[in-house]
């Protein structure tokens, strides 16, 4: 299973960014998908998740974030508005994936994508 993050890049204090993250290779089930971000000298951190049922967002991103995700495409995104300076970090997508029905679940990484927010 491969996961490919992309969407990020350098935008201005109050812009948007759209992150996109897709899961290839043998998969028979997708549970969990979400988003976690590690700035600079930080650890990583949760930012957002999403399964299917329900979906949940830290609280220093909740109402500017919103994560969601494409089941036919196996993609979860990340929609960031009014992106503020302490946002900038490298976000990475985790995935909890079956690849076949007789193996069991394994979460995935993908690469990492940059967002940079300029003050």
């Known amino acids: 299973v491969q996961l490919q993050a992309s969407g990020g890049g350098l935008v201005q204090a109050g812009g948007s960014l759209r992150l996109s993250c897709v899961a290839s290779?043998?998969?028979?089930?997708?549970?969990?998908m979400g988003w976690y971000r590690q700035a600079a000298g930080k650890e990583r951190e949760f930012v957002a998740g999403?399964?299917?049922?329900?979906?949940g967002h830290a609280p220093s991103v909740k109402g500017r974030f919103t994560i969601s995700r494409d089941n036919a495409a196996n993609t979860v995104y990340l929609q960031m508005n009014s992106l503020k300076p302490e946002d900038t970090a490298v976000y990475y997508c985790n995935v909890d994936v079956q690849p076949t029905t007789d193996r069991a679940y394994s979460s995935y990484w993908g690469q990492g994508t940059l967002v940079t927010v300029s003050s």
């Open positions: 290779g043998t998969i028979f089930r997708i549970s969990a």
């Open positions: 999403i399964s299917d049922s329900k979906r």
